[in-house]
């Protein structure tokens, strides 16, 4: 019966019926109101100026004090506060606020939440090993998730590790089954943990029999899981169940980890409220992390930069020199659905490696398909049966199972195309219905780890016919699964992941979003023992190790490159690093594919991969960096709308920093001139100049760099000066221009192009995107002409522009 309820909260979930309401009025509710840096202030008189706010907004003293969650005073300032919507809009209002919103619940960027994937590996981290396992001693990588397995092999002490940094400030602190005594050492040197805003939103944490712990241990594992991507300490011999066996190791394995737990299990996956996040994001700024890994994030729409807590902590973040990576969310293959896309955030999607899991399925009639499968023993010789002598309507659901041993002793042959099914909602169907294993037939590209808790074979639709014609030629259909096994090195990889979220961001297009691709499927890192490797209740294994999937695998891959970095170029500032990984990136045509539904592939462009995929040793030498320094955040700024006045309070003040926007205002700045490592054209109609500066950050300071353009198609892009001449006594910066023409009328096609520029031997790539919309869409035309008449609107440029 337990077996059931489990399956009926499953399916609820997966149908998306389960959804936490909350109605908005008069209700108090989690807000976060965000009022900028905290001018040099100490927190206490930061939080004391918070409650002074506040109180105007409450009949007494005592009811505002009670009200406060947090005090965001370390890192930067603001609180978050139970208000109603009248005290909300109040604040709003009210001088020197940049924004109150509502605290939302944002999610991991695992498959593991019940979605689809990919599948295979890689094989470029392993060559530049010997420097991984030099440098990032010193760097420390505070990790934004659902805690950690202290005692996993990702992170235990070892003599090679010196003394814990001496500019660390953060600390372990104590909490259910977990003594920091025992927990913490010199690679695992902070860990922190926030309920105040789950629990106000979603009620007191189930901590029953190991429920979820109230201390900074990983209850659903995908905090272990990053960690141990980003910074893990080199583990011989891991393996899931025998697959994939190998070391397993982080980016920056001799890095330290801080871990600051925002996100707790609910609904079988880790959910995380934006005040927790905020609230993580003000402590690890003050205890001094130098790179902030965050797989997490919501689908759009997306909110303004300044009312999502990952934004605002990025953004103080860069202005202290911390790096932010992100995950760019799991929403593919769809245009426009990437996340996480401010300028000053590190966006990864999510590529395949060169890893493969076959699995030969013989066939009664002697015919073989090799399949692909996690399953770590065989199955003998057994009934085979298409999914409609199980499922009344033929698709694999729980809800159409004939009776509860319908499959008894059988494989069922499932199509992912019957109807609204996944691998896992057929697996756990044919569980249900006492059957043996799963073959599920769909387009290639769907495949999960997540269904391994009952042996699931997928095969291709090709595949998946030719094994149901054989069931219907055969009165008694058989079948024997073999072992899977780990192959590597003979499939073509990276190929883009089909969930890994798409650009061009919706808010911002021309900002490149996502910025870089990593690995990011079947990544086999650490694992909590005391959660299955499914999180199923009903999957009673065990494992040290497990595979997981997302753009939540990959943001932590580039989180610990970022940390080589740092401890190769200490000064270098985010957007130094950032452009380090971007323009270095490869990105060629036999090795950046995107996979298609159906298995087939196209060449990626950049709103698959932006600038290409990461390549950890050229990124430790770009040549050239794209610097953006406080001034070129305030004409960004500027360009969104922000007044001076805002500005000043959100930039922090530099001896000589002017705050001013451009022709006095807003919008006269435009956002493509921020200094990014890739410019983007969204509404190309006439020609236009783009201005960039590089710094020369390559060992000779006397380099010469050529420039070579690739203009998009339909488009001609010029860059001038073509040369760039480095001296040490004209300095390690010089700026250049490209100017860009509509090549032919075109309606507003995206196109791809390139600049690069080389000194004969580093290569510094910028991909240059064009969308040119010169031929107007006259049915658009038209319909705005008559809506004129309407009403005097601003048009939706300047509204967007105004909402951002
Ligand atoms: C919100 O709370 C304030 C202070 O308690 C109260 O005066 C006001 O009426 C409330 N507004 C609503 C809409 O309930
Ligand atoms: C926030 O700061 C105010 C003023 O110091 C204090 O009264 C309040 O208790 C603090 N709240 C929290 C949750 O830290
Ligand atoms: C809390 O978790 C335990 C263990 O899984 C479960 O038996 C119990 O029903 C849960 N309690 C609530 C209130 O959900
Ligand atoms: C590796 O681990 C497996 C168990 O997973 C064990 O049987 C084997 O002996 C180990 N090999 C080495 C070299 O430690
Ligand atoms: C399949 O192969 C086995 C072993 O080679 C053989 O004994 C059997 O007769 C074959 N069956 C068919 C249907 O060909
Ligand atoms: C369940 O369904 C199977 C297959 O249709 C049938 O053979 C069996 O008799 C059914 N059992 C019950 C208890 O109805």
Not at 522 to 531: E, G, H
Not at 760 to 777: A, K, M, Q, S
Request: aromatic share 8%.
């Amino acid at each position: 019966m337990e077996v059931f309820r489990l399956l009926l909260l499953v399916f609820s979930l997966s149908s998306g019926v389960y959804t936490v309401q909350s109605i908005p009025g008069s209700h108090a509710d989690v807000h976060i109101v965000y009022l900028g840096h905290n001018n040099g202030l100490s927190p206490s008189l930061t939080s004391e100026s918070h409650l002074q706010l506040l109180s105007r907004v409450f009949t007494k003293p005592d009811e505002a004090t009670e009200a406060i969650l947090y005090n965001y005073s370390c890192g930067f300032s603001g609180f978050a506060a139970l208000l109603n919507s009248t005290q909300a809009s109040t604040l709003s209002e009210t001088e020197g606020v940049i924004s109150v919103f509502r605290s939302r619940m944002l999610e991991l960027h695992t498959t593991r939440s019940w979605d689809f994937m990919g599948l295979n590996l890689h094989t470029q981290m392993e060559q530049s090993s010997q420097m991984h396992l030099k440098f990032g001693g010193d760097v420390i990588v505070g990790i934004l998730d659902t805690g950690v397995w202290p005692e996993s092999e990702s992170f235990r002490d070892d003599p090679h590790y010196g003394p814990i940094p001496s500019s660390w400030r953060g600390t372990c602190v104590k909490g259910d089954s977990f003594d920091p005594a025992t927990a913490c050492n010199r690679k695992l040197i902070g860990a922190r943990y926030y309920l105040a805003g789950i629990e106000s939103e979603l009620g007191p944490l189930n901590t029953t029999g190991g429920e979820e712990y109230r201390s900074p241990r990983d209850r659903v594992g995908h905090g272990t899981h990053t960690a141990s991507t980003a910074v893990g300490s080199v583990a011989p011999n891991a393996s899931y169940f025998g697959l994939g066996r190998g070391a397993a190791r982080g980016g920056a394995p001799r890095a330290r980890l801080a871990v600051y737990k925002v996100c707790w299990y609910k609904d079988l996956t880790g959910r995380c409220s934006d005040a927790d996040i905020l609230a993580a994001f003000d402590d690890a700024l003050c205890d001094g992390v130098h790179v902030v890994s965050a797989s997490l994030g919501s689908s759009p729409p997306l909110m303004p930069l300044f009312a999502t807590s990952t934004e605002i902590g990025a953004f103080h973040a860069m202005q202290r020199g911390v790096v932010t990576v992100f995950s760019a969310g799991n929403d593919g293959p769809d245009a426009s659905m990437v996340q996480n896309v401010s300028p000053w955030g590190l966006t990864v999607a999510a590529s395949t490696i060169d890893r493969r899991f076959p699995t030969v399925i013989t066939l009664g009639n002697n015919a073989t398909v090799v399949g692909e499968s996690f399953l770590a023993n065989g199955m003998m010789k057994k009934q085979l049966v298409e999914s409609s002598s199980v499922f009344s309507d033929g698709t694999c659901t729980f809800d159409q199972l004939i009776n509860r041993t319908a499959a008894s002793g059988k494989i069922v042959l499932c199509f992912g195309t019957a109807g609204p099914v996944s691998s896992e909602g057929a697996a756990l169907a044919v569980y249900a219905g006492n059957g043996d294993g799963v073959i599920f037939a769909d387009t290639i590209s769907r495949k999960s780890s997540q269904d391994n808790f009952w042996p699931t074979v997928h095969v291709d639709l090709h595949q998946g016919t030719q094994i149901l014609y054989y069931i219907r030629a055969s009165r008694k259909a058989t079948v024997h699964v073999s072992s899977s096994k780990t192959v590597v090195g003979k499939t073509p990889a990276p190929v883009v992941a089909y969930f890994s979220s798409r650009g061009p961001s919706s808010i911002s297009p021309h900002i490149l979003k996502p910025d870089v691709t990593a690995p990011g499927v079947n990544i086999l890192a650490a694992w909590p023992p005391k959660s299955s490797p499914t999180v199923l209740p009903l999957d009673k294994r065990s494992t040290d190790w497990n595979f997981d999937s997302g753009t939540s695998m990959s943001c932590p891959h580039v989180s610990g490159i970022a940390a080589l970095i740092k401890s190769v170029h200490p000064t270098w500032s985010p957007a130094a690093v950032k452009s380090a990984l971007m323009t270095t990136a490869y990105m060629d045509d036999d090795t950046s594919d995107v996979m298609l539904a159906g298995g087939t592939l196209k060449a990626a462009d950049a709103f698959d991969v932006g600038a290409g995929h990461v390549d950890p040793l050229r990124a430790l030498d770009p040549g050239l960096v794209y610097d953006v320094g406080a001034r070129d955040h305030v004409l960004f700024l500027c360009a969104l709308g922000y007044t001076a006045e805002q500005i000043r309070q959100l930039v922090l003040p530099g001896s000589s920093l002017d705050t001013s926007c451009p022709g006095g205002g807003g919008g006269a700045a435009h956002a493509a001139d921020l200094n990014y490592p890739a410019i983007v054209l969204p509404d190309l109609s006439a020609p236009v100049t783009v201005k960039r500066t590089v710094t020369n950050v390559g060992p000779n300071r006397g380099a010469v760099y050529r420039a070579a353009v690739a203009s998009p198609q339909g488009a001609r892009a010029e860059v001038w000066p073509r040369e760039l001449a480095f001296s040490p006594y004209h300095g390690d910066t010089a700026s250049y221009y490209v100017s860009v023409a509509p090549a032919k009328p075109s309606r507003g096609r995206f196109d791809f192009g390139e600049i690069v520029w080389s000194d004969g031997f580093h290569r510094v790539r910028t991909p240059l995107v064009v969308r040119v919309t010169n031929l107007p869409d006259d049915g658009v035309r038209a319909a705005a002409a008559a809506a004129k008449g309407d009403h005097d609107s601003r048009g939706a440029t300047d509204d967007l522009q105004a909402a951002f």
